[in-house]
């Protein structure tokens, strides 16, 4: 057997170098944490409740139960738009059982297998 020697060459030891980098992102996270500190009290803590000229919370939980309330009276409410077209606006689980009663639509030939040529 051959021996092979290889050449090598001492690489730089860049340890310090990336101590460096960490003590410095880490000094400008605890900056970061420092100033948000003192920016809260400086400024205050959030509001407890609502912003100035927003709805107060009260009011808008009312509002809500009303809205809620008025869809859902929709979702069972029969309405005809237009009795001489035959449109209609019913619930969706009627439709439903509308469509399921009629049947789904069928083919009635057999489809033919689809090659490049069928398509241009």
Do not use: N
């Not at 400008?28 to 959030?46: K, N, P, Q, T, W």
């Amino acid at each position: 057997m051959s021996e092979r020697r290889y050449e090598h060459e001492d690489l730089p030891d860049h340890r310090k170098a990336l101590a460096g980098a960490g003590g410095i992102v880490g000094g400008l996270i605890a900056l970061g944490f420092v100033v948000a500190a003192v920016a809260g009290r400086l400024v205050g803590g959030a509001p407890t409740e609502g912003i100035e000229g927003m709805i107060p919370i009260d009011e808008l939980t009312a509002l809500r139960a009303t809205v809620e309330a008025e869809w859902a009276a929709r979702a069972v409410a029969w309405e005809w738009v237009d009795e001489a077209h035959g449109v209609a606006r019913i619930p969706v689980w009627r439709a439903a059982e509308l469509a399921l009663a009629r049947g789904l639509p069928t083919r009635r030939d057999t489809p033919r297998p689809v090659t490049a040529r069928g398509l241009r």
